[in-house]
């Protein structure tokens, strides 16, 4: 991500569509909060023992479960799957008064609800059993000030992933495969879930698919793990983050890396989609909508996104779409999930 995001909850006229990607508008630094007002003080534990760490969990109806209006009836029907999905939502914890956002913030708790698991985590609701914990995220300018609280922040973010992860291989997963996903702060985790869990150990052979856009990921980042290059790989990752054409980041100068990108149309590690391959994406108050809009390519390790094929395109196109990273593509993901699942199945049946 290395950008600093700032989140304005207003919603536009219809016409207005490029705000609906999401739902949420994200805006830039200028209003980021004065680190110097911020007190280290990481409060309660989370006990994922509890039903209310969970921001979403199986056999209870959560925000997850959300379809989307008009989304074709084909798309509606899902098999069982046997697997789990273990979802790490995104920073939604803007302004207040610690480092941390504390497990009992009304506010952050009801944003993590409304936003990412009603408009992210319900494209890998795909038959299986989705898990989501609620922990303290790390305040979202700790991605701009990059200090050593803004680190020592992150590291207690991790700190409640791990711990909720670890709950849920203990006593809820039972041998399932498992899907990881996740945006932004949550795909941040999700590739240190990776690192400890699964690059090179035996849960490796168990992992479906890692789906982590909205950061920056490398070809170092493991030893054992690859990066998915077709739609139908298994045991690989997904990793991308989206600008409008044309625009790279400038940290992307500075940084000798170039990050690893898997185009979430094509799923592979280059190239340009045909827009007839864009299947739709998903809009404010969780509307279906243009399916054959989106044109992207691969270039310096991050997707560069055409001008959408919409009405007002050329008011409403951005030079950072990490607020669409998973909207825009929001059936073309979910279709994968799918395909990556029974992919494994059929691998596992074979072994």
Not at 143 to 168: N, P
Not at 184 to 213: C, M, N, T
Not at 215 to 232: G, I, V
């Amino acid at each position: 991500m290395r950008l600093c995001y700032g989140l304005m909850r207003r919603f536009f006229h219809p016409s207005w569509l490029l705000t609906f990607v999401v739902g949420i508008v994200l805006t830039g630094c200028a209003g980021l909060q004065d680190p110097a007002g911020l007190a280290w003080d990481p409060g309660a534990t989370p006990d994922y023992t509890s039903d209310s760490a969970w921001v979403s969990l199986p056999d209870r109806e959560d925000e997850s479960d959300a379809v989307p209006k008009n989304l074709p009836e084909a798309e509606r029907t899902m098999d069982s799957l046997d697997l789990d999905v273990f979802f790490v939502h995104p920073t939604q914890f803007f302004r207040g008064e610690h480092w941390n956002a504390h497990m009992d913030n009304r506010k952050v708790n009801a944003l993590n609800a409304k936003y990412p698991m009603r408009l992210q985590a319900s494209a890998f609701n795909i038959g299986g059993r989705l898990y989501a914990p609620t922990y303290r995220q790390a305040h979202i300018g700790v991605f701009t000030w990059q200090d050593s609280t803004s680190w020592k922040a992150l590291e207690l973010a991790y700190e409640d992933v791990k711990a909720a992860f670890q709950h849920y291989l203990d006593h809820w997963n039972n041998g399932r495969p498992i899907i990881l996903a996740g945006h932004s702060q949550g795909s941040w985790h999700i590739r240190w879930l990776l690192q400890e869990f699964f690059d090179g150990k035996p849960l490796q052979d168990r992992l479906v698919v890692a789906y982590a856009p909205g950061f920056d990921f490398y070809a170092t980042d493991f030893e054992h793990l690859r990066y998915c290059a077709n739609a139908n790989e298994t045991s690989c990752v997904c990793a991308w983050m989206s600008y409008g054409e044309g625009y790279f980041p400038n940290w992307l100068e500075a940084n000798e890396k170039t990050p690893m990108c898997t185009h979430p149309i094509t799923w592979q590690l280059d190239g340009t989609n045909s827009i007839e391959d864009h299947q739709g994406v998903v809009l404010s108050q969780m509307r279906f909508a243009y399916p054959e809009a989106v044109v992207a390519h691969v270039e310096r390790g991050v997707l560069q996104v055409h001008k959408p094929d919409v009405p007002f395109a050329g008011i409403l196109h951005r030079e950072n779409w990490h607020v669409g990273d998973i909207n825009l593509f929001w059936l073309n993901i979910r279709n994968n999930a799918k395909q990556r699942a029974l992919n494994h199945r059929q691998k596992s049946i074979h072994e």
